[in-house]
């Protein structure tokens, strides 16, 4: 039998929102397996979400760049909302931002080993930086982006850089409904463009997952089917751009939206900063106690 550690509950709680006891007893039965796990807890209704992100963990920034038929989205990272705040820290963001787009390394370890204009090698200068100003700071990822002049990039800064989104819009040199595209992104959080993003193995896992809801709820096995595609429908409305309601008007849905552009949307990339990065939780009340204690 899998250990089932405290720590993998409070996973599974913050992934899926259910009640503690259920997720230990979601654990036990799939055997430790954090994914089988959400799926298990779905099926019961004891969740609502397909997924939630990991909880925002990391501090830092995200960044936009875009020149002529070029931009680049980046997130760097540090250890202090406050940091993520100082000018030195905005000014290495923005260097960084124009030095790969220039370059446009595959990778952040490629972009790492890149030389700047001063002879300096991008990680040595992150290093500087580091020395400077006393924290932890890491180029964590970054994605660059090209159109035509026929296109449109759509850019958008949530909070100061929390969020970020890049979307190309082809076909429609229309920025300011690109822009928009990007805020409901920001908003929303779509995976896909579209429904044909969405492959055949996970369109097949959701549906077994909605069928084995459906029946726990009781209902008939002549409707089941009926009602797992009608529940289907809702999915794609969640994790698809298209068939999502656009957030500046209620009535229409964004496929609407970008067909009244002239264009099509052909991709976009939207970080938050710190998603998925595990943090140091620090309890300073125990902290102080024990310094108290100590003196």
Do not use: W
């Amino acid at each position: 039998m899998a250990n089932i550690t405290a720590q993998l509950v409070k996973e599974l709680r913050e992934k899926t929102g259910a009640g503690m006891m259920d997720c230990k007893k979601a654990l036990v039965q799939t055997e430790g397996d954090i994914e089988a796990a959400i799926d298990f807890l779905r099926e019961k209704g004891l969740s609502s979400a397909a997924k939630k992100s990991d909880r925002i963990a990391a501090e830092g920034t995200t960044y936009i760049l875009a020149q002529g038929n070029e931009a680049i989205l980046i997130e760097v990272n540090a250890e202090t909302d406050f940091v993520a705040k100082n000018d030195k820290f905005v000014v290495l963001v923005e260097e960084l931002a124009a030095q790969l787009l220039a370059a446009k390394p595959e990778s952040v370890e490629a972009a790492l080993e890149l030389v700047n204009a001063e002879g300096v090698k991008i990680a040595d200068q992150i290093s500087t930086a580091i020395a400077t100003i006393g924290e932890k700071i890491s180029l964590r990822r970054f994605e660059i982006k090209t159109k035509t002049d026929a296109d449109a990039f759509g850019s958008y800064l949530h909070m100061g850089g929390r969020i970020g989104v890049l979307v190309v819009l082809e076909g429609s040199t229309n920025e300011a409904a690109a822009k928009d595209l990007a805020m409901h992104i920001a908003a929303i959080n779509p995976t896909y463009v579209s429904r044909d993003e969405v492959s055949a193995d996970e369109v097949e896992k959701e549906r077994k997952v909605l069928t084995e809801q459906a029946l726990n709820e009781g209902k008939p096995e002549n409707i089941v089917a009926k009602m797992v595609e009608g529940r289907l429908g809702k999915y794609f409305e969640d994790v698809c751009l298209l068939d999502q309601t656009f957030v500046k008007n209620p009535d229409q849905k964004v496929r609407a939206f970008v067909d009244a552009t002239g264009g099509t949307v052909t991709g976009f990339v939207r970080y938050a900063v710190g998603e998925g990065i595990e943090k140091r939780e620090d309890n300073f009340a125990e902290e102080v106690m024990n310094q108290v204690k100590g003196n």
